[in-house]
């Protein structure tokens, strides 16, 4: 009975924590939860997203995040599961081929040309260690910050 309860618990949980939009999660509390083998973690923020709602507007700012939530999708949902934060922070935890992962988040500055708008650009870190769900905000605030300990 308490192991219907909780497994009926956790679809509910998951319904409501993967944005339906761009099919990312919503809620840290499903990566901590489900206690997967990650390979590699990596974030990216695109700064400069108040400068364009100031000029162009809301609508123009959505739909530059849309924009960039369907690039990530097309780069990072085959080997990765991506965390969206707000709008311009997106955390990415790397299951599989961490070679390809690198080698696309090293070339996440693609998206900078695309947008047109001048002072908008895109920040992006990599941790390339294996970690657990669990340890999983720990390291999304050591990407955010820049907070890496080097051996």
Not at 34 to 43: E, F, P, R, W
Not at 131 to 139: D, F, H, I, R
Request: charged share 25%; proline share 1%.
């Amino acid at each position: 009975m308490k192991d219907a309860e909780i497994e009926r618990s956790n679809k509910l949980l998951s319904l409501i924590s993967y944005d339906q939009e761009s099919g990312f999660i919503k809620n840290m509390a499903i990566i901590e939860s489900n206690n997967n083998q990650y390979l590699a973690v990596g974030i990216i923020k695109l700064c400069g997203l108040e400068a364009v709602e100031a000029v162009f507007g809301v609508d123009e700012r959505n739909k530059i995040v849309r924009k960039l939530c369907q690039r990530i999708a097309e780069k990072y949902a085959q080997c990765c599961d991506i965390v969206t934060f707000n709008a311009d922070l997106y955390l990415l935890l790397c299951r599989e081929n961490v070679q390809t992962f690198t080698r696309k988040i090293a070339m996440v500055n693609d998206f900078d040309s695309s947008f047109g708008y001048r002072n908008l650009r895109i920040h992006k870190s990599a941790i390339c260690e294996p970690l657990q769900g669990e340890n999983a905000w720990s390291y999304a605030e050591k990407t955010e910050t820049g907070d890496f300990q080097y051996p």
